[in-house]
């Protein structure tokens, strides 16, 4: 409150106290008319000379004193909430107050801190009184209360449930996040083992990130439909497993490798009760050789082996390349009449500051541009979709395809390809921007000409390179121009662009998947957490610093199309066991509780 109010403030109460006495005698009685008339000149007199009265002005040198105490008491509390920001990590409002903090604290400690300010022990340290009203407590958190952890899945099986770690609130600090409920926790299973099935596109070079990885989804947090199918096992001890299947089970004719020995896979799996097998529908392979000639002869007759097991079936739509990064045992290239074009139009695919071109996936810089043989990239999509759910509608039908997951970016992720290994990236590196296509800047240039400011509709210049540290750069640094006015517009610009090209290839993807689940998958980008800028997130398109989330507009665009959230992360027990993953401020833990929320 500001010292003046204050002032105000006290000179209103000064009035109703001496109103109060003025319409009571000593006595308690009412007085006459006459004599209040008497006492309320007594009292005027009394506030208007300077000297006398029972009450008087407050003298200016004691204003002045109160208003200094005032500004050295906010300085101390903006430079305490300053610091825990940047160096604690704790997830504190832009105008937080000591309440906020004094919460974060009770929070960290293992306390639970409703938004009413009811506070308890958590369960770990002892039961709510029974005296306290649950009413505060979301639907979501009251069922996290009353469930427990299931046992950890397995490596390189995806299972329905996949936060295999009990967690502890304090991970991230002043999100207040109960230990998580299996049931309210659905995933689609695309879990990944470096060593076992990896993902096609873009990987990391040694960390466990995306290979191995492991997806978790809150229906309650982000509104899913109460009822789809495979996913909402709430009330039940059953865990749905998925198993995925190698990248190279199809070759690029379209046909299977080895197709007994694929049999004799899939039937040790039935006889250890697995529910089904994911696998990756590769444009590559089925659009190969001219646009619109879908060629599904391999994949029929997998799922055809599938059925008769009585296994089901999860679908990864596939539209990025897979091969030369780490984890890829295989060479799937986009479709050969699209590298045609990318010959001629080399614009078409994700291009660094240094006009280097990225050809796992398409740019979404030609989402709407029509420069496909005359379609645009999303109806690129929308057509195979399209022939996917024609040629196989008896599976949909019949429930074995449980649910389409659909490929937004490299490796299937909603992300720009920014730290790819083939360009120079190591870990853990920051990544570099992937918007320097004619599409892309052509974008900038009109967000930045809507702004009255032409000359933002570039690039930042000094953000280092593919391998570099946030305190290398003066972007991405502490105080950095990433949070000044034009870093903050670029940021924006360039972390909307990700979110329109979901909500455009979603929205089709629901119109061609109507009454079945589809899924979304974002990666668990962890390095450089723990510092201000969450460089290597802002580079991937996720405008996630220390001062914002970046994570709840992603989440409204999913639940507005009823998509699930597969999030691909490195399994926790091994990344604590990385000595790296102190030098790169990473925060895994962190970053899954702040998706989750």
Not at 468 to 484: K, L, Q, V, W
Request: charged residues 20%.
């Amino acid at each position: 409150m500001d010292v003046k109010e204050e002032d105000n403030e006290d000179h209103e109460n000064g009035q109703k106290h001496i109103a109060a006495q003025m319409m009571l005698g000593a006595d308690g009685v009412m007085p006459s008319t006459s004599h209040q008339f008497q006492i309320q000149q007594q009292l005027q007199e009394q506030v208007s000379t300077p000297g006398g009265g029972a009450w008087r002005s407050r003298p200016l040198e004691e204003k002045e004193r109160t208003k200094l105490r005032e500004r050295h008491r906010r300085a101390i509390t903006a430079r305490i909430l300053a610091g825990l920001r940047k160096h604690g990590n704790y997830n504190l409002r832009v105008r937080a107050d000591i309440n906020d903090v004094i919460a974060a604290l009770a929070r960290e400690a293992g306390w639970v801190v409703l938004p009413d300010g009811t506070t308890f022990p958590s369960r770990s340290q002892g039961s709510r009184p029974a005296g306290d009203s649950s009413a505060g407590l979301t639907s979501s958190s009251s069922q996290m209360l009353s469930q427990q952890v299931p046992p950890t899945s397995l490596q390189g099986v995806s299972s329905g449930y996949c936060a295999s770690v009990e967690y502890n609130a304090c991970h991230m600090k002043g999100v207040f996040m109960p230990t998580p409920a299996p049931y309210d926790l659905s995933s689609s299973g695309h879990s990944q083992s470096s060593g076992m099935v990896g993902n096609g596109g873009e990987q990391t070079e040694s960390l466990p990130l995306i290979a191995g990885s492991m997806e978790v989804i809150n229906e309650q947090i982000i509104g899913l439909p109460p009822k789809l199918p495979e996913r909402d096992f709430a009330g039940t001890p059953y865990v749905p497993v998925y198993v995925m299947l190698p990248l190279g089970v199809v070759n690029m004719k379209c046909e299977l490798v080895d197709p007994d020995g694929l049999l004799k896979q899939l039937r040790v799996l039935k006889s250890i009760n697995v529910d089904g097998v994911m696998i990756d529908c590769w444009w590559g392979i089925v659009e190969a050789d001219a646009p619109q000639e879908y060629n599904w002869n391999g994949y029929r007759r997998l799922f055809k082996m599938v059925h008769e097991l009585k296994l089901k079936l999860q679908v990864v739509m596939s539209f990025h390349e897979c091969g030369g990064n780490v984890g890829d045992d295989v060479c799937i290239p986009l479709p050969h009449w699209v590298a045609e074009i990318g010959r001629s139009n080399p614009d078409i695919f994700f291009t660094d500051r240094e006009g280097r071109r990225n050809t796992e996936c398409l740019s979404w810089g030609i989402d709407k541009e029509r420069v496909l043989r005359g379609r645009t990239a999303v109806e690129v999509y929308f057509d195979f979709m399209r022939s996917f759910r024609v040629e196989f509608n008896e599976f949909f039908e019949d429930g074995i395809i449980s649910m389409v997951e659909v490929g937004l970016g490299p490796c299937g992720e909603l992300r720009y390809p920014s730290c790819p290994v083939k360009h120079g990236w190591r870990y853990p590196g920051i990544g570099e921007f992937q918007c320097y296509d004619q599409y892309m800047l052509k974008s900038l240039m009109k967000a930045a000409e809507m702004r009255g400011h032409s000359f933002w509709a570039r690039g930042p210049d000094n953000v280092g390179s593919y391998s570099s540290h946030p305190h290398e750069t003066g972007f991405f640094c502490d105080e950095g121009d990433y949070d000044g006015y034009y870093g903050r517009f670029f940021l924006n610009w360039y972390s909307q662009l990700l979110i329109n090209h979901g909500d455009l290839v979603l929205s089709l993807a629901k119109l061609a998947f109507e009454g079945s689940c589809i899924a979304a998958k974002l990666p668990g980008i962890h390095w450089w957490y723990k510092t201000s800028s969450h460089a290597a997130e802002l580079t991937a398109g996720f405008y996630n610093p220390c001062n914002r989330d970046g994570y709840i507009a992603i989440a409204a665009m999913l639940h507005k199309h009823g998509a699930a959230l597969n999030f691909a992360r490195a399994e926790l027990q091994f990344l604590e066991q990385r000595e790296d993953l102190q030098e790169a401020l990473a925060n895994p833990q962190g970053l899954v509780w702040q998706v989750r929320c």
